[in-house]
């Protein structure tokens, strides 16, 4: 059983579809299909959302031209403001450079083809050699990893994980069973059902440590309405907390899964689920004084949430420092 298509899923591969027909025109439909693993229903339906694409007023000079003939054949004629030079801050190049590696790892994307030599002239223009722009984007997730993992979900069979968990601050050995891989905000990750939690988890592959695949069906296959969202579905149970951030830290509203309650010239208040503790320790930290912890019920030493973890950071910083005291000291 397949699991269902995520709009990211789907912006993805239309941004490596779409280069491709227009470097290869005159393919038909069933070969362009073929190409990128796709039902012709599904190649379609793209190609309806790109044939929208365009900028206003949305006349036939501003909008891609997406053709297909009576024979099937498909070709893609792009607007006119793509001929205009693209103008990119160094924060928006180094964005869409970071997105290459999952654009360029669409099933049909071409490795030599326009978009991958438009990453390659990016690249240049950054200064970013190709080992870096990985590294930025996907993290260190090895081929065999993802193979085994996409294998077991596609044959719906258990895998046994070692897996360091991020927000705990602990290794475990987990066995699940793969339901989706997907890469998302940078890092490949897999959901799937876990039978350590009994319940559906999202896994962070550059985390596993190691991967087994077992011979066995696993009874655990994906549900008809496996949620494919993003990477953060909130259980039931995990805390609400309030936030007030800074104007400089309005980022926290835009860049995690949270609802603004309040918005004035000077500050904005958020709710925000948490998970895990640690998560939410780490993240007051780094915003320090441009966030307050305004309310956490149901969370124990709310109070004393922020010193308490201070405190932790300096204490393994005193054992750090204490540790390396014999070695030689510079003035400054």
Same mark, same amino acid.
């Given at each position: 059983?397949s699991?269902?298509?995520?709009?990211?899923?789907?912006m993805?591969?239309?941004?490596?579809?779409?280069?491709?027909?227009?470097?290869?025109?005159?393919?038909?439909?069933?070969?362009?299909?073929?190409?990128?693993?796709?039902?012709?229903?599904?190649?379609?339906?793209?190609?309806?959302?790109?044939?929208?694409?365009?900028?206003?007023?949305?006349?036939?000079?501003?909008?891609?031209?997406?053709?297909?003939?009576?024979?099937g054949?498909?070709?893609?004629?792009?607007?006119?403001?793509?001929?205009?030079?693209?103008r990119?801050?160094?924060?928006?190049?180094?964005?869409?450079?970071?997105?290459?590696?999952?654009?360029?790892?669409?099933?049909?994307?071409?490795?030599?083809?326009a978009l991958?030599?438009?990453?390659?002239?990016?690249?240049?223009?950054?200064?970013?050699?190709?080992?870096?722009?990985?590294?930025?984007?996907?993290?260190?997730?090895?081929?065999?990893?993802?193979?085994?993992?996409?294998?077991?979900?596609?044959?719906?069979?258990?895998?046994?994980?070692?897996?360091?968990?991020?927000?705990?601050?602990?290794?475990?050995?987990?066995?699940?069973?793969?339901?989706?891989?997907?890469?998302?905000?940078?890092?490949?990750?897999?959901?799937?059902?876990?039978?350590?939690?009994?319940?559906?988890?999202?896994?962070?592959v550059?985390?596993?440590?190691?991967?087994?695949?077992?011979?066995?069906?696993?009874?655990?296959?994906?549900?008809?309405?496996? @949620?494919?969202?993003? !990477?953060?579905n909130? *259980?039931?149970?995990?805390?609400?907390?309030? %936030? /007030? =951030?800074? +104007?400089? &830290?309005?980022?926290?509203?835009?860049?995690?899964?949270?609802?603004?309650?309040?918005?004035?010239?000077?500050?904005? @208040?958020?709710?925000? !689920?948490?998970?895990? *503790?640690?998560?939410?320790?780490?993240?007051? %930290? /780094? =915003?320090? +004084?441009? &966030?307050?912890?305004?309310?956490?019920?149901?969370?124990?030493?709310?109070?004393?949430?922020?010193?308490?973890?201070?405190?932790?950071?300096?204490?393994?910083?005193?054992?750090?420092?204490?540790?390396?005291?014999? %070695?030689?000291?510079?003035?400054?």
């Amino acid at each position: 059983m397949s699991a269902r298509t995520t709009a990211s899923d789907r912006m993805r591969r239309v941004l490596a579809v779409v280069p491709w027909i227009v470097a290869n025109p005159g393919h038909t439909v069933a070969d362009v299909a073929a190409r990128f693993g796709l039902s012709e229903k599904a190649l379609l339906s793209d190609l309806d959302v790109v044939f929208m694409v365009g900028l206003p007023p949305y006349s036939p000079d501003s909008l891609v031209d997406v053709q297909i003939d009576d024979d099937g054949r498909v070709s893609i004629h792009l607007a006119d403001f793509f001929s205009r030079p693209l103008r990119l801050t160094p924060a928006q190049a180094l964005a869409l450079l970071a997105a290459s590696d999952a654009l360029l790892s669409v099933p049909g994307a071409d490795p030599d083809g326009a978009l991958a030599r438009a990453f390659v002239k990016l690249r240049q223009a950054l200064g970013i050699d190709a080992d870096s722009a990985i590294d930025i984007h996907l993290g260190d997730v090895s081929d065999g990893v993802l193979d085994l993992l996409r294998t077991a979900m596609t044959e719906i069979r258990p895998v046994t994980i070692t897996y360091y968990s991020f927000g705990r601050d602990e290794r475990s050995t987990r066995r699940i069973t793969p339901w989706r891989v997907f890469a998302d905000a940078g890092a490949w990750y897999v959901h799937a059902w876990c039978e350590r939690a009994d319940g559906e988890r999202v896994f962070r592959v550059d985390r596993i440590e190691s991967a087994e695949a077992h011979d066995e069906p696993s009874p655990h296959g994906p549900p008809s309405d496996l @949620d494919a969202g993003g !990477v953060y579905n909130p *259980r039931a149970d995990d805390p609400v907390v309030t %936030l /007030r =951030l800074t +104007p400089e &830290a309005a980022w926290v509203a835009e860049y995690y899964p949270a609802t603004v309650i309040d918005r004035t010239p000077d500050h904005i @208040d958020v709710e925000l !689920v948490v998970s895990e *503790r640690p998560w939410l320790e780490r993240l007051l %930290l /780094r =915003l320090g +004084p441009q &966030a307050d912890l305004v309310s956490a019920p149901g969370m124990d030493g709310a109070a004393t949430l922020v010193s308490d973890a201070a405190a932790r950071v300096l204490s393994r910083y005193e054992v750090e420092r204490t540790g390396a005291n014999e %070695l030689p000291t510079t003035s400054r």
